[in-house]
C-alpha cells in the first residue's frame, strides 16, 4: 500500500521515539527491490513508511537475513549504502527524507536573522552539527536553474568538503569528452576530464554552482547541493547549428581566445585533400599553410617561416622522428590511419618542448578502442594500409597496431627517365599502441613505432635507411587541480650504403644516431584565471658519425670509423598562463637549457688567427669516457599575449629565444636521407635565435569564415653551413668544412578559411624572406663578400587554395592550387682554359632563381552510404595530380659537353598522374 507525503514542518510536534518501541525483526528476503522490503516491514509490523517512490526505484537486488533483530537496526543497514534517511515517529510512522537529515529541534536564532530554506543540511560548526539556513535577503526571487542534490547526510559529520565525481559523454555517440572544464561557484577551476571523461573535484558543505564547458558541446550548468562523497554523470548535447543540410559542431571562437596560437590539422578531413598517388598525408596538408613549404616537390623536410629542414623538432607520442619521410619525400612515414592530433607550433612555442629554434609538429595517436574491435583499411596504387584496434581489458585497456607497405618499383619505372629503368625502391612502416586506464586517476600508455625505406638509383649502390621510436608514458591525476606525466622516449635514425660495384672496392657505409629522454611534466589549475605548466627533462645523444667496411672477401677497402660522440641535453621549464584582465591574458615561460658534451673522445685545438684546416691544428686534447668536453646553454624566454577586442577578434604578440644543440650535415640543395647529424662540440657552437610576432584574428558570421594576419621577424645565430665542394661524409676533422654564420627571416602569413556550407577550405598566402650571412676575416671562410645572400629555401611568394565542395553527404569534389616562388641556384657565368684544361665560373651563391612552381590538383570523393547497420564503411576517392602537367623544375644543374656548359632541369611529376584509392572502415 502506498502512503502520501507529508511535510516535514508536521514532523516537529512530535518528541521524537525511543529505544524502548524498538520492536524486533524477523525478516528474510534475497535479490530483492528495497520499496518490496519495506512493504514486508510494514506488513509484519504496525509502522508504516512515508516516501516518494523515485527515491527508491533505484536500490534492487537487496539481501538480507534477520532474526529478532531491533527494526533500527535493520532500517540502518538498509539505508546504509543509499542516500536516504529515515525518521522513526512515536506514532508508529516512518518518515523517509532524500539527502538530508530530519531535525525534532529548531536552531538558535530560528525566528530571527534566518528562515528555513527548503532544503536542509547539517555543517560544521565548532563541532556542532546543525542544519544550513539561507538568507531571504541574498536568495533571487526566480530561479531557473535546475537542482541536483549528491549525497547522504549523516549525523556528526563535521567534514566541511566532500568528493563530487563522475564521467562526461557526448549524450549522442556516448563517448566520452576529455579536456572539458569544470568550474565551481563562478571562480574556481574545480578540474578537467582526463581521456575517458573523468572528472573529480571537491565542493563545500551546501549549495555549489557548477557549470561544465567542452569544446562543440552546450554548457552545462546546475546548482548542486552537496551532503557528502557523492558521484554524478553528466551527459552533454552537441552543440549543433544547422546550415544547408549540413551539421557542423565547433567552438567557434578558439582561434580568437587561445593566447598560445597553434595550426590543427583535422586528420579526418585530410583523406579529402587530392595530393601525389592519393595518399593521405596530413604534413603534406600542413605545407598548404602558411608559413610552412618545402624545398620542392619531392623534397623531404620542412622549412618553417624561413628555417632549416633540421631546425623542427617533430614528435610522435613524445619521442623524436628524425626522418618523417617515406619515397624521396612524396609520402609521409606516419600511418595517418593512427594520428588522432597534429598541432604545430611556429612562433610561441610552449616551453616545455626545447632543442629547436623553428617549430613543433607534437603528433599523438589515437587511443585505441576499449569497447570493441574495429579498424581501417585502404589500397592504393602505391601503397597499402590496415590498423586494427581491439580491446585487451574491457572498458580499461586496448591495443592498436598499423601496418603500412608500398609496391613502388612500377612508379620508378613508369617515369620518363632511362636511368631509372632499374631502380628499385620500397618502403614499410608499422605502428603499435598500447592504453590502460589503470585507475580513475593513473592511465599508461605505450607506443612503437618503425619505419624502413631501400632504393637502388643506380645498378651498384642500395640505400637503406630506418626510423625508430619509442615512447611510455604514464599520466596521473593527484586531485582536482593537479595532474603529471612522466614520459620515457628513446627514437633511431640509422642509414646504410652498400656499394657493390664492377672494381674490388665493394663496401658498406653506415650511420646512426640514438637519444633517449626522460620527461616529467606537471600541470597546476589554481584558478580559472591562473594556470601553471613545469617540469624537467633529461636527454641522451649518441652519435655513430660514420664507419665504412669492406663489402666481400675481395674488397680493398679499408676499415675505418669515424670517432663516436656522446652528449647531455638537460632542461627545466616553467609557463603560467594568467588573465591579467577581462580581455588581457598572458603566457610566459621560461626554459633553461643545459648542454655537455661529454667524452670519451678527442678534440682538434686550432691556432688563432688562421682559417681552419688540417694544417693548422695545433693540439689534439683527449678525454675519458663521460668527461665534460664543451658546455653550452642558458635561458629561453617563452612569452606570448592576446588582447580581445572584441568577442571574435583578437591581437596576439610573441617573443620566443630558442637553442639548439644538433645540426644536420649537407652540402645537398634538399634534405637527404644520408645527411648526417652532428653534436655541438669544442668547434661547433650550438645554433640559437630570437623571434618576435604580432597577428590579429577575426572571425566572420558566426564562425563561418576566419581571417588571421600575422607577422614575423626572426634572428639566429651560428646557423651551419660548409664551403663549396665540402666533403662531409667520413670526415674526421669535419669542422674544417663547416662555416657558422648569422641568418635572419621575416615575412607576413595571411589565412582565409571558409568551415560551413557546402563549399569549404582555405585560402593561404605568405610573404617571406630567409637570408643567411657567412662573414669571416678569412678569405676561404667569406661567403658572397660576407653580405646576406638567400638561403637555399627562400621563396617569397608562397599562395596555397584548398577547396572541397559537398553535392550531398555522399559525393564531394575537391581541389588543391599551389604557387611557390622558384627557390634559388647558383649558376655559371663563364668559362676560361687554362693550362689545356677548361674551368667554368660561378656567380655568386644562389644569386639566381629556377622558374616558379605551381600545381593543380584534383580529386572526386565517394562516400559510401550513412546506414546504421553495416558491416563497415567505404569511401573512393579518384584524383589527378598535376592536372595541368605543368613540368616544375626539382633542380638545375649543369654539365660541360665539347667545351660547351649546359644547363639540364630534374623534375618528380612532370605529367598528370592519376590514381584511385579505395578507402575501409569497419
Known amino acids: 500500500m502506498r502512503k502520501c507525503f507529508v511535510l516535514f514542518f508536521s514532523l516537529l510536534v512530535f518528541n521524537g521515539w525511543t529505544q524502548q518501541n524498538d520492536p524486533l525483526l524477523t525478516l528474510s528476503f534475497e535479490n530483492s527491490d528495497l520499496i518490496f522490503v519495506l512493504n514486508q516491514i510494514e506488513e509484519k509490523t504496525d509502522y508504516n513508511f512515508y516516501f516518494i ?57 530560528f525566528f530571527g536573522e534566518y528562515e528555513k530554506d527548503s532544503v536542509e543540511i547539517e555543517t560544521k560548526t565548532t563541532k556542532i552539527i546543525s542544519p544550513v539556513f539561507t538568507s531571504t535577503k541574498s536568495a533571487p526571487k526566480k530561479s531557473t536553474m535546475e537542482t541536483i542534490t549528491i ?35 563562478g571562480n574556481d577551476v574545480g578540474a578537467d576530464t582526463d581521456a575517458k571523461g573523468y572528472f573529480e573535484t571537491e565542493l563545500t558543505v551546501g549549495s555549489n554552482i557548477v557549470e561544465i564547458s567542452a569544446i562543440g558541446m552546450e554548457r552545462f550548468k546546475k546548482r548542486v547541493i552537496i551532503y557528502n562523497d557523492g558521484k554524478y554523470d553528466v551527459e552533454l548535447n552537441e552543440k549543433i547549428e544547422f546550415l544547408d543540410a549540413v551539421i557542423l559542431n565547433a567552438e567557434v571562437n578558439d582561434n580568437v581566445n587561445e593566447v598560445v596560437t597553434k595550426t590543427k590539422i583535422d586528420v579526418k578531413e585530410s583523406k579529402n585533400i587530392p595530393l601525389a598517388l592519393g595518399e593521405r598525408d596530413v604534413l603534406k596538408v600542413a605545407t598548404t599553410l602558411p608559413g610552412i613549404t618545402t624545398a620542392g616537390e619531392g623534397a623531404s623536410g620542412y622549412n618553417v617561416r624561413g628555417g632549416k629542414s633540421d631546425q623542427n623538432l617533430i614528435l610522435l607520442d613524445d619521442a623524436v ?11 609521409s612515414a606516419l600511418n595517418p590511419f593512427a594520428l588522432g592530433d597534429v598541432s604545430i607550433y611556429k612562433n610561441n612555442i610552449p616551453a616545455q618542448f626545447g632543442g629547436r629554434l623553428s617549430s613543433v609538429f607534437d603528433l599523438t595517436t589515437k587511443d585505441a578502442s576499449v569497447t570493441e574491435f574495429k579498424g581501417e583499411a585502404s589500397i592504393g596504387p602505391v601503397t597499402g594500409n590496415v590498423l586494427i584496434e581491439t580491446p585487451i581489458v574491457k572498458d580499461k585497456a586496448g591495443i592498436m597496431v598499423g ?3 608500398a609496391y613502388a618499383n612500377w612508379v620508378l619505372r613508369s617515369l620518363d627517365e632511362e636511368s631509372l629503368n632499374d631502380s628499385e625502391a620500397s618502403f614499410y612502416d608499422v605502428v603499435a599502441k598500447y592504453n590502460h586506464q589503470i585507475t580513475e586517476r593513473s592511465k599508461v600508455e605505450a607506443t612503437a613505432y618503425l619505419s624502413r625505406d631501400d632504393f637502388s638509383i643506380t645498378s651498384d649502390s642500395l640505400y637503406v635507411y630506418n626510423n625508430r621510436a ?35 672496392d665493394d663496401f658498406d657505409l653506415g650511420y646512426r644516431i640514438d637519444e633517449t629522454e626522460l620527461k616529467l611534466h606537471f600541470k597546476y589549475l589554481y584558478s580559472s584565471k591562473l594556470k601553471f605548466d613545469y617540469g624537467v627533462s633529461s636527454k641522451l645523444y649518441g652519435v655513430n658519425p660514420g664507419s665504412i667496411d669492406p663489402e666481400g672477401s675481395e674488397s680493398i677497402v679499408t676499415p675505418f670509423e669515424i670517432e663516436r660522440e656522446r652528449a647531455l641535453e638537460s632542461a627545466a621549464f616553467l609557463a603560467t598562463e594568467i588573465d591579467l584582465t577581462k580581455n588581457l591574458t598572458l603566457d610566459a615561460g621560461i626554459r633553461y637549457s643545459v648542454y655537455n658534451f661529454l667524452g670519451e673522445g678527442t678534440q682538434n685545438v686550432y691556432q688563432e688567427g688562421v682559417p681552419r684546416s688540417e694544417q693548422t691544428i695545433q693540439e689534439t686534447l683527449s678525454f675519458d669516457k663521460n668527461e665534460v668536453i664543451e658546455t653550452y646553454g642558458g635561458p629561453e624566454f617563452r612569452i606570448s599575449g592576446r588582447y580581445l577586442i572584441e568577442e571574435d577578434f583578437s591581437v596576439k604578440a610573441s617573443y620566443n629565444k630558442t637553442f639548439q644543440f644538433i645540426h644536420t650535415l649537407s652540402n645537398n640543395t634538399t634534405v637527404s636521407p644520408i645527411d648526417t647529424w652532428k653534436l655541438s662540440d669544442l668547434n661547433i657552437e650550438p645554433q640559437s635565435s630570437q623571434q618576435y610576432a604580432l597577428g590579429a584574428y577575426k572571425n566572420f558570421d558566426g564562425g563561418a569564415y576566419e581571417l588571421s594576419l600575422e607577422g614575423f621577424y626572426k634572428e639566429s645565430k ?33 589565412l582565409l578559411k571558409k568551415q560551413k556550407g557546402r563549399l569549404y577550405g582555405w585560402l593561404g598566402y605568405t610573404y617571406s624572406r630567409s637570408l643567411i650571412q657567412l662573414d669571416s676575416e678569412f678569405r676561404e671562410e667569406r661567403v658572397n663578400g660576407g653580405e646576406f645572400f638567400p638561403s637555399n629555401f627562400d621563396k617569397p611568394h608562397d599562395f596555397s587554395l584548398v577547396a572541397n565542395y559537398k553535392f550531398t553527404r555522399r559525393f564531394s569534389l575537391a ?26 665560373v660561378f656567380s655568386d651563391r644562389n644569386k639566381f632563381r629556377i622558374p616558379d612552381f605551381y600545381r593543380l590538383d584534383i580529386g ?15 569511401f573512393w576517392t579518384i584524383s589527378i595530380y598535376n592536372v595541368l602537367g605543368r613540368n616544375n623544375p626539382f633542380s638545375v644543374f649543369f654539365v660541360t659537353e665539347d667545351g660547351e656548359v649546359k644547363a639540364l632541369q630534374s623534375s618528380i611529376f612532370s605529367v598528370p598522374v592519376p590514381s584511385i584509392t579505395y578507402n575501409f572502415k569497419f
Request: overall charge positive; glycine content about 10%; charged content about 20%.
Open 53 to 109: 517512490d523515485a527515491w527508491l526505484t533505484d536500490y534492487k537486488g537487496m539481501s538480507g537475513n534477520y532474526d529478532n533483530v531491533p527494526m533500527s537496526k535493520v532500517l540502518k543497514e538498509l539505508f546504509e549504502n543509499t542516500v536516504v534517511n529515515f525518521y522513526i515517529m512515536d506514532n508508529n510512522k516512518v518518515i523517509l527524507a532524500k539527502n538530508s537529515i530530519i531535525y525534532d529541534t529548531l536552531p538558535d536564532r
Open 151 to 185: 549525497g547522504r547526510a549523516l549525523r556528526g559529520n563535521s567534514r566541511e568538503k566532500f568528493k563530487f565525481y563522475g564521467y562526461l559523454t557526448n549524450i549522442q555517440t556516448g563517448k566520452p569528452l576529455p579536456n572539458a572544464i569544470i568550474v565551481v561557484n
Open 321 to 331: 622522428i628524425y626522418n618523417p619521410q617515406h619515397f624521396f619525400g612524396i609520402f
Open 403 to 405: 601496418g603500412r607497405g
Open 470 to 504: 619509442f615512447s611510455l608514458r604514464w599520466n596521473y591525476r593527484f586531485n582536482e587541480k593537479n595532474t603529471g606525466k612522466l614520459a620515457l622516449s628513446n627514437s633511431q635514425y640509422k642509414f646504410n650504403i652498400e656499394f657493390d660495384g664492377q672494381s674490388n
Open 718 to 750: 651560428n646557423i651551419v653551413d660548409f664551403k663549396t665542394g665540402a666533403e662531409i661524409l667520413l670526415n674526421e676533422n669535419i669542422e674544417t668544412e663547416v662555416l657558422q654564420g648569422n641568418g635572419k627571416s621575416y615575412g607576413v602569413e595571411v
Open 815 to 840: 581541389t588543391n592550387f599551389v604557387y611557390q616562388t622558384g627557390r634559388p641556384v647558383t649558376f655559371p657565368v663563364g668559362s676560361f682554359t687554362f693550362n689545356g684544361s677548361d674551368f667554368t
Open 860 to 874: 572526386f570523393n565517394i562516400e559510401g552510404n550513412h546506414k546504421k547497420n553495416k558491416v563497415g564503411h567505404s
